[in-house]
């Protein structure tokens, strides 16, 4: 569908860069007339909506430093554009925005879906509703926080089994033969116990969040560990440390993950 607007800047927060990428390229593929800006995490993204204020704004609740309504709840009300919620989360959350009628993105979506939220989000910009749809952002953060949601801490079930597919047959990889995972491009290379090796086409943000961080944990963008088949913990000195798995495979683990894999793992 082509846009009567001459040109929309369109912002994609996201703090996987496969995400960004995905989202740009259907941009790109897109009839729309688009500028496309990005941001990596929360504070960037406020940075750039204050600063560029983009017609629109692809927005992934769940970032490494704060969620997609922290980073609304920062920006004055009256720069705040259309926003498609992109997210994991399909509990409590998109109920929410489809009570108000708010547009999102549930991963793994596909690109008709995209196209389809795009549309829509243009189609409220050639109508001058943006004002509408600041009273219904507004609504939303209210509604979220009223019933203590905009942490998601609702409960979800994990995955059991990863189902990898190569050419016409199906793998099933049950998560705790898995001894390590590492980003690949596109995909997720995972490596098993009795040294299999899988390539699955995800992200390492999707595949995380679908693992039980009790045992799959991830310790930096590029890595997720089995807690269970860890060798040893090294502190490398000033406040950083790796690990070392049980096949001598060694990780580090950046600044973001660290408490999390600390708390895990029971250092103090």
């Not at 189902?163 to 047959?169: F, I």
């Not at 040294?195 to 890595?223: C, Q, W």
Request: glycine content about 4%.
């Amino acid at each position: 569908m082509k846009s009567n607007i001459e040109s929309i800047k369109v912002l994609v927060v996201d703090d996987e860069a496969l995400a960004r990428k995905r989202i740009s390229n259907f941009l790109i593929e897109g009839l729309w007339a688009v500028t496309i800006l990005q941001a990596s995490n929360g504070k960037e993204s406020i940075k750039m909506l204050i600063e560029e204020k983009p017609d629109l704004v692809f927005l992934d609740i769940k970032m490494t430093d704060m969620t997609g309504f922290d980073v609304l709840k920062q920006i004055p009300k009256d720069i705040i554009p259309i926003v498609i919620f992109v997210t994991a989360f399909n509990d409590f959350a998109v109920n929410a925005f489809e009570v108000q009628a708010i547009d999102f993105l549930l991963k793994p979506y596909k690109k008709d879906r995209f196209i389809a939220a795009m549309e829509r989000g243009v189609q409220q910009l050639e109508l001058y509703k943006r004002e509408a749809f600041q009273s219904k952002i507004i609504e939303l953060m209210n509604h979220m926080t009223a019933n203590n949601a905009t942490s998601f801490s609702t409960p979800r079930s994990y995955l059991e089994n990863i189902v990898v597919k190569s050419n016409r047959a199906y793998s099933f990889i049950p998560t705790d033969t898995i001894l390590y995972i590492k980003s690949s491009a596109y995909y997720a290379e995972i490596f098993t116990v009795n040294k299999g090796k899988y390539l699955h086409r995800i992200s390492m943000k999707e595949l995380a969040f679908r693992l039980d961080p009790t045992v799959l944990l991830r310790i930096n963008r590029s890595a997720i560990i089995n807690l269970k088949h860890i060798k040893e913990v090294i502190s490398e000195g000033m406040g950083d440390f790796s690990v070392v798995m049980n096949d001598k495979s060694s990780f580090g683990i950046s600044k973001s993950y660290k408490t999390a894999f600390l708390k895990h793992v029971g250092i103090k």
